[in-house]
């Protein structure tokens, strides 16, 4: 049973930064998508970084929504099974809960409805 778990969130002040942290299990990695999501209250989840790992060569794509490029980096550790979300720079627009997931086919990177697991999610909260 595939698990995926977030850690790493809390508050922070605008300006600051947060780095995610997304534990998977139960599965090992092949070539797949994982991405990270949040949603804010009253608003609908948002695809906004995601990783294509190549897993019979060493190169990854990354993804970005314009929300937070420039701001945001995805990152993967293969031997740990875990994806990193380095978040600088934060806004209070930022403030969500923010979740992993992961997919194994290609494209549709932001779209929820494409993705087959999900973590719990972390609340990231950023305060002006």
């Known amino acids: 049973q595939v698990q995926l778990v977030e850690s790493g969130g809390g508050s922070v002040q605008a300006g600051g930064s947060l780095t995610l942290t997304c534990a998977a299990s139960?599965?090992?990695?092949?070539?797949?998508?994982m991405a990270w999501f949040r949603q804010a209250p009253g608003k609908e989840r948002e695809g906004i970084a995601a990783i294509y790992i190549y897993y019979a060569g060493p190169n990854t794509s990354t993804y970005y929504a314009d929300s937070v490029k420039g701001r945001f980096t995805i990152s993967e550790d293969r031997a740990k099974n875990t994806v990193y979300l380095q978040m600088s720079t934060l806004k209070p627009e930022d403030t969500g809960m923010y979740y992993c997931a992961t997919k194994r086919s290609w494209g549709d990177f932001y779209t929820a409805s494409a993705y087959n697991d999900w973590g719990q999610g972390t609340q990231v909260t950023v305060s002006s």
């Open positions: 139960g599965f090992t990695y092949t070539t797949r998508c």
